[in-house]
C-alpha cells in the first residue's frame, strides 16, 4: 500500500477508535443499569448455593497481551476438603452456575471490565494468560485489538468449535474489524444468547485446555 494511503488511513482510523470506544463507555453503563436486578437476584442464587465470594476474578490476556482481573459471576463450587483440582471444570459447576452459563447472565460483570477500558464490547474473547506463549504467530494477531464480550468466533460456533477454528475466527477478525462487522456480530450475539447454542464443547464444562505447542 503507498505511504499516502496509510496518512489518509489514520484519521480514519482515530474516528472509528473513539466512536468505538464512546459506544462500548453508553452501552456498558446502559447494560449495568438495565441488568442490575437481574445481577442482584443472581448474587443471592450464588451466595445461597455456593456462598462468597459472588465474583470471581481471573488473570486474562488484553490488548498486546497485558493482563488484566476479567470479572464474572461465580459459577463453581470451592473445592471440598481434601480434593485437587478435577481435569474438568464440569465437574465443579453446580446447577445454578450452569443456569447462569447457560444464559450468559455470568458475564454481565465483565460490563465493568468494558468500562474500564480492558475490554470492548466486540473482539476476540480474553484466554488465560500462560494460552499467549502457545500461540502461533498468526494466532497471535488477536492479541492486536482490545479482548471482547462477544466476537466473530462467538457467533460462528462459540464454544463448540476446536480450537483452530476458534483462533481463525478471531484473526479474521483482526484482519476485517470495522463498526459496521461489530453492529452484525452485536446482533448475531442476541440470537446466539436466546439460542443458547454452542454453551460448551462435547463433555466440557466450556472449552478443553489449549494445547501446548510442539518445541
Known sequence: MPAGADVR???AQMVSGVVRRAADI??????LVVAAPVLVVAA??????????????????????????LLKLRTMRALRP???VPASDGARITKVGRLLRSTSIDELPSLLNVLR??????G???????????YTDDQRRRLEVRPGLTGWAQVNGRNATGWDARLAHDVWYVEHRSLRLDGRILAATVRVVLG????????????????????
Not at 470471581?56 to 497485558?66: T, V
Open 44 to 69: 443471592v442464587a450464588v451466595v445461597a448455593t455456593t456462598g462468597r465470594p459472588v465474583l470471581f476474578a481471573d488473570e486474562r490476556a488484553g490488548r498486546d497481551g497485558h493482563p488484566f482481573r
Open 117 to 122: 477500558g480492558d475490554m470492548a464490547l466486540v
Open 82 to 84: 481434601g480434593e485437587t
Open 124 to 134: 476476540p474473547r480474553p484466554l488465560p494468560v500462560r494460552y499467549v506463549a502457545r
Open 26 to 31: 453508553l452501552v456498558a453503563t446502559a447494560g
Open 9 to 11: 488511513a489514520a484519521p
Open 196 to 215: 443458547r447454542g454452542g454453551i460448551s464443547a462435547t463433555g466440557e464444562a466450556t472449552m478443553p485446555e489449549l494445547p501446548e505447542r510442539s518445541p
